[in-house]
T-cell receptor
Framework: KQEVTQIPAALSVPEGENLVLNCSFT??????LQWFRQDPGKGLTSLLL?????REQTSGRLNASLDKSSGRSTLYIAASQPGDSATYLC????????????FGDGTTLTVKP | EAQVTQNPRYLITVTGKKLTVTCSQN?????MSWYRQDPGLGLRQIYY???????DKGDVPEGYKVSRKEKRNFPLILESPSPNQTSLYFC??????????????FGDGTRLSIL
């Protein structure tokens, strides 16, 4: 059974710092990996999706990498801002498991002004 | 505006009283899914639907029913709610399912409290 772990569970940084969030998964036979942002009282907003054949995806100040062989993905946030404060979740979908996905517990990020 | 709409957003009810949480999307997505989110357990998939009249169990389907009679709607039914179903529920949709590598779109959530 696929397990997804996110470390750290919480992170607090001063504004302007670059930071890395980690996601690890136990079954490397994934179809894709997706990073989401969740604000309090809100649903999840998709940030980046990496297909299994890709190594990284970039969107603005965000860069997500994928290393399937080691079962790891990282989300890099450059020049963090207070508006980046939220919970970040990663989710993986398995090959052959059409429609099924597994989420990590998330990392709660606080960026202090 | 492209969106996934859930109703109600909040509901407090009692054990055994049947309830339905509605989910509707306006993006003509084939794939829809229900999740529940609990502290320490993260997001867990309840049911999903690859298309109209096609539904399948996720990881925690016990105590829930779903139906997909039309593409835009995917209601979640609790026939006899129990306190352990108190949770935050999310509906999501994707254009053509996970195999298409399209991102999921989520609703804003429904917070259910079963007393």
């Amino acid at each position: 059974k696929q397990e997804v772990t996110q470390i750290p569970a919480a992170l607090s940084v001063p504004e302007g710092e670059n930071l890395v969030l980690n996601c690890s998964f136990t079954d490397s036979a994934i179809y894709n990996l997706q990073w989401f942002r969740q604000d309090p009282g809100k649903g999840l907003t998709s940030l980046l999706l990496i297909q299994s054949s890709q190594r990284e995806q970039t969107s603005g100040r965000l860069n997500a990498s994928l290393d399937k062989s080691s079962g790891r993905s990282t989300l890099y946030i450059a020049a963090s801002q207070p508006g980046d404060s939220a919970t970040y979740l990663c989710a993986v979908s398995l090959q052959g498991g059409a429609g099924k996905s597994t989420f990590g517990d998330g990392t709660t990020l606080t960026v202090k002004p | 505006e492209a969106q996934v709409t859930q109703n109600p957003r909040y509901l407090i009810t009692v054990t055994g009283k049947k309830l339905t949480v509605t989910c509707s999307q306006n993006m003509n997505h084939e794939y829809m899914s229900w999740y529940r989110q609990d502290p320490g357990l993260g997001l867990r998939q309840i049911y999903y639907s690859m298309n109209v009249e096609v539904t399948d169990k996720g990881d925690v389907p016990e105590g829930y029913k779903v139906s997909r009679k039309e593409k835009r709607n995917f209601p979640l039914i609790l026939e006899s709610p129990s306190p352990n179903q108190t949770s935050l529920y999310f509906c999501a949709s994707t254009k053509t399912g996970f195999l298409s590598n399209q991102p999921q779109h989520f609703g804003d959530g429904t917070r259910l409290s079963i007393l």
